[in-house]
T-cell receptor, first 109, second 112 residues
Framework: EDQVTQSPEALRLQEGESSSLNCSYTVSGLRGLFWYRQDPGKGPEFLFTLYSAGEEKEKERLKATLTKKESFLHITAPKPEDSATYLCAVQAGDYKLSFGAGTTVTVRA | ETGVTQSPTHLIKTRGQQVTLRCSSQSGHNTVSWYQQALGQGPQFIFQYYREEENGRGNFPPRFSGLQFPNYSSELNVNALELDDSALYLC???????????FGPGTRLTVT
């Protein structure tokens, strides 16, 4: 069974204090690894797809990287509007997404 | 381009009742997936519909069922509601099975 573990569970940052979120996974036949952002009471918002080890994607202050066993989401110089829960998910041969429990990021001004 | 929409936004039901949730997929998307998200947890896969056929199912009992229509919109039906069914139900569409999924705002179901 596919397993996704995210750490830490919660992260409190000062504005401008860069940090990284970890997503470790066990999956048979990875099709893709996805990062989403979710605000309270709303649906997840798509951020990135990574397909193979060594791949990197960037969007504004976010950068996602992928190895054979884990992915990192780096937040550079975060702002309060980056406060959200960040979800990692893997897709295997059956096309379903298996999600981790998420990392809740709070950025203080 | 209209995104994924879901209705209703909120719903309160009594244990034992039945409920139908609706989802309109994004234009050009032929795949719809449904997820259940409990508070503080990641979304859990219920099932996926691809070109009107069920294309995979998670660990949910048969009282969770669904449909996909020719316009690729979808319904999730839950019979014999239990208290543990209280959750945020999310619908996601994608332009094919292997592509990124775009989520709707969700339906908050409360079972009392």
């Amino acid at each position: 069974e596919d397993q996704v573990t995210q750490s830490p569970e919660a992260l409190r940052l000062q504005e401008g204090e860069s940090s990284s979120l970890n997503c470790s996974y066990t999956v048979s036949g990875l099709r893709g690894l996805f990062w989403y952002r979710q605000d309270p009471g709303k649906g997840p918002e798509f951020l990135f797809t990574l397909y193979s080890a060594g791949e990197e994607k960037e969007k504004e202050r976010l950068k996602a990287t992928l190895t054979k066993k884990e992915s990192f989401l780096h937040i550079t110089a975060p702002k309060p509007e980056d406060s959200a829960t960040y979800l990692c998910a893997v897709q295997a041969g059956d096309y379903k997404l298996s999600f981790g429990a998420g990392t809740t990021v709070t950025v203080r001004a | 381009e209209t995104g994924v929409t879901q209705s209703p936004t909120h719903l309160i039901k009594t244990r034992g009742q039945q409920v139908t949730l609706r989802c309109s997929s994004q234009s050009g998307h032929n795949t719809v997936s449904w997820y259940q998200q409990a508070l503080g947890q990641g979304p859990q896969f219920i099932f996926q519909y691809y070109r009107e056929e069920e294309n995979g199912r998670g660990n949910f009992p048969p009282r969770f069922s669904g449909l996909q229509f020719p316009n690729y919109s979808s319904e999730l039906n839950v019979n014999a509601l239990e208290l543990d069914d209280s959750a945020l139900y999310l619908c996601a569409s994608s332009r094919d099975r292997a592509y990124e999924q775009y989520f709707g705002p969700g339906t908050r179901l409360t079972v009392t």
